[in-house]
């Protein structure tokens, strides 16, 4: 069944110490954000001796204000793009108090409660960068970390990465020619409305950062155009006064053609293709792209207060100039225009997600380096965070032993089937590389947790 059929009570809140079982693999965890305190929370529980590095003073990552790790992307108006229930983790609800679409203070505050619920606090070490990740003689795992106390090395038989993968500012390649006279800016750095206050602002991207940057500038900036180059079919957040990723969902195991024909029938009922407010019309069907979403995109378009250009042909000085050879004022640039998948810590030579392209079995096992186990690096249609829960479950199951995978051929065999099928279900760009069915991914991923732990026992 869907995810959010599936989703439990509040489990009981763990009040005394988790005994670490010696005799397990010992572990690191890169990251504290939303992927990386789920794979903490699995992994104390389960008895599994570890280390959780956040590079901030804080836990959850880019949904931090601010954030001191000087990572985070959020914005004084950022709020959740899927409903709470489906966003949360399945053991630990959102409160029922919180609006349909939670604010990210609300979602900072929640995963704080998550931590503390589950009583795993004390296995972060704040403030302290994870320099250098690289295998030993033996197969395991050296970590260089530096903090507080200085820099040392640590090594372990497993190491997990959330390290997250909005972080890496992705700007035009290559560089738009022309000179320009004004601010440049991605929408990593973008935090509130003074830096649009009585501006000229053009916004350049087609996803939910640009249009939300796009809408806020309509308010508080002089003029404000909105360039996007290839059209994205723009769906509301509700539908029938319900979110609408709620309501009547197909089980995980439906064809992915039932989980695009839903998605091209909210495109249609949102308001259909953009082209009538002056927006290229899409290339591409409903279902062929990350689905982008927005209450207020089109309403500002109708009222004249956000002006729609096609992509843009050069800079010009106090201005830009678009490929339809119209001219927009511009003294401040917004360049939402995506991220770098990257790992400083891991040498190139040993994994590099070159054009943000990284197969990996269930998104989350190298078969080529074994102990190295990546979580929440997906793009799924709905929220990361239930999906890292998944992984980091099964990853505790193989740490303990209580799950055995299937032989290293079929393991190389799957992932190349599930790479080709997720890439061609999108159109193809460094967007779409990591792109999901979340409740298929789900259901698939149960499905070999239940085969694994069939060979364990067998």
Same mark, same amino acid.
Not at 209 to 221: G, L, N, P, Q, R
Not at 436 to 447: A, K, T
């Given at each position: 069944?869907?995810?959010?059929?599936?989703?439990?009570?509040?489990?009981?809140?763990?009040?005394?110490?988790?005994?670490?079982?010696?005799?397990?693999?010992?572990?690191?965890?890169i990251g504290?954000?939303?992927?990386?305190?789920?794979?903490?929370?699995?992994?104390?529980?389960?008895?599994?001796?570890?280390?959780?590095?956040?590079?901030?003073?804080?836990?959850?990552?880019?949904?931090?204000?601010?954030?001191?790790?000087?990572?985070?992307?959020c914005?004084?108006?950022l709020?959740?793009?899927?409903?709470?229930?489906?966003m949360?983790?399945?053991?630990?609800?959102?409160?029922?108090?919180?609006?349909?679409?939670?604010?990210?203070?609300?979602?900072?505050?929640?995963?704080q409660?998550?931590?503390?619920?589950?009583?795993?606090?004390?296995?972060?070490?704040?403030?302290t960068?994870?320099?250098?990740?690289?295998?030993?003689?033996d197969?395991?795992?050296?970590?260089?970390?530096?903090g507080?106390?200085?820099?040392?090395?640590?090594?372990y038989?497993?190491?997990?990465?959330?390290?997250?993968?909005?972080?890496?500012?992705?700007?035009?390649?290559?560089?738009?020619?022309?000179?320009?006279?004004?601010?440049?800016?991605?929408?990593?750095?973008?935090r509130s409305?003074?830096?649009?206050?009585g501006?000229?602002?053009?916004?350049v991207?087609?996803?939910n950062?640009?249009?939300?940057i796009?809408?806020?500038?309509?308010?508080?900036?002089?003029?404000?155009? $909105?360039?996007?180059?290839?059209?994205e079919w723009?769906? #509301?957040? %509700? @539908? !029938? +006064?319900?979110?609408?990723?709620q *309501?009547?969902?197909?089980?995980g195991?439906?064809?992915?053609?039932?989980?695009?024909l839903?998605?091209?029938?909210?495109?249609?009922?949102?308001?259909?293709?953009?082209?009538?407010?002056?927006?290229?019309?899409?290339?591409?069907?409903?279902?062929?792209?990350?689905?982008?979403q927005?209450?207020?995109?089109?309403?500002?378009?109708?009222?004249?207060?956000?002006?729609?250009?096609?992509?843009?042909?050069?800079?010009?000085g106090?201005?830009?100039?678009?490929?339809?050879?119209?001219?927009?004022?511009?003294?401040?640039?917004?360049?939402?225009?995506?991220?770098?998948v990257?790992?400083?810590?891991?040498s190139?030579?040993?994994?590099?997600?070159r054009?943000?392209?990284?197969?990996? $079995?269930?998104?989350?096992?190298?078969?080529?380096?074994? #102990?190295? %186990? @990546? !979580? +929440?690096?997906?793009?799924?249609? *709905?929220?990361?965070m239930p999906l890292a829960?998944?992984?980091?479950?099964?990853?505790?199951?193989?740490l303990?032993?209580t799950?055995?995978?299937?032989?290293?051929?079929?393991?190389?065999?799957?992932?190349a089937?599930?790479?080709?099928?997720?890439?061609?279900?999108?159109?193809?760009?460094?967007?779409?590389?990591?792109?999901v069915?979340?409740?298929?991914?789900?259901?698939?991923?149960?499905?070999?947790?239940?085969?694994g732990?069939?060979?364990?026992?067998?």
């Amino acid at each position: 069944m869907a995810y959010l059929v599936k989703q439990s009570h509040r489990a009981p809140a763990v009040t005394e110490p988790v005994p670490v079982d010696d005799s397990l693999p010992r572990a690191c965890v890169i990251g504290a954000g939303s992927s990386g305190i789920a794979a903490a929370k699995q992994l104390y529980l389960a008895g599994i001796g570890f280390d959780c590095f956040e590079m901030g003073s804080d836990i959850g990552g880019t949904w931090v204000l601010d954030n001191s790790n000087g990572q985070s992307a959020c914005y004084d108006t950022l709020e959740i793009n899927t409903s709470c229930p489906r966003m949360a983790y399945s053991d630990f609800p959102m409160p029922e108090d919180y609006p349909a679409y939670a604010r990210h203070d609300q979602v900072h505050a929640y995963f704080q409660h998550y931590v503390d619920h589950f009583g795993f606090r004390h296995t972060i070490t704040f403030d302290t960068t994870v320099e250098d990740v690289s295998r030993t003689a033996d197969g395991r795992w050296d970590v260089r970390i530096s903090g507080p106390d200085g820099t040392e090395t640590r090594t372990y038989d497993a190491v997990l990465v959330a390290n997250g993968h909005h972080w890496d500012p992705r700007w035009p390649e290559p560089a738009y020619p022309g000179d320009f006279a004004g601010e440049q800016i991605h929408a990593h750095d973008y935090r509130s409305r003074a830096q649009l206050e009585g501006r000229d602002v053009v916004v350049v991207g087609a996803g939910n950062s640009a249009m939300d940057i796009a809408v806020e500038a309509s308010f508080h900036a002089r003029t404000t155009t $909105w360039s996007v180059r290839r059209t994205e079919w723009v769906l #509301g957040k %509700f @539908f !029938l +006064g319900k979110p609408s990723d709620q *309501g009547l969902l197909p089980p995980g195991w439906v064809p992915w053609w039932v989980t695009a024909l839903r998605l091209r029938i909210g495109a249609v009922t949102a308001g259909g293709s953009m082209a009538e407010y002056g927006l290229p019309t899409p290339s591409h069907k409903p279902g062929q792209s990350h689905p982008v979403q927005s209450e207020k995109i089109r309403e500002r378009l109708a009222a004249g207060a956000v002006s729609a250009r096609p992509g843009i042909e050069r800079l010009d000085g106090d201005g830009i100039v678009f490929v339809d050879g119209t001219r927009a004022p511009a003294d401040l640039v917004v360049w939402a225009t995506g991220y770098h998948v990257s790992f400083p810590f891991l040498s190139p030579e040993l994994l590099a997600a070159r054009d943000n392209d990284l197969p990996l $079995w269930k998104r989350a096992v190298h078969p080529g380096l074994p #102990g190295l %186990f @990546f !979580l +929440g690096l997906l793009q799924p249609l *709905g929220a990361v965070m239930p999906l890292a829960e998944a992984q980091a479950t099964w990853i505790a199951e193989i740490l303990t032993g209580t799950y055995v995978p299937p032989s290293d051929s079929v393991v190389r065999r799957q992932m190349a089937a599930e790479h080709e099928r997720d890439t061609q279900q999108f159109y193809a760009s460094p967007r779409h590389t990591m792109e999901v069915d979340f409740d298929h991914y789900l259901w698939d991923l149960e499905r070999e947790r239940k085969k694994g732990r069939a060979r364990a026992s067998s």
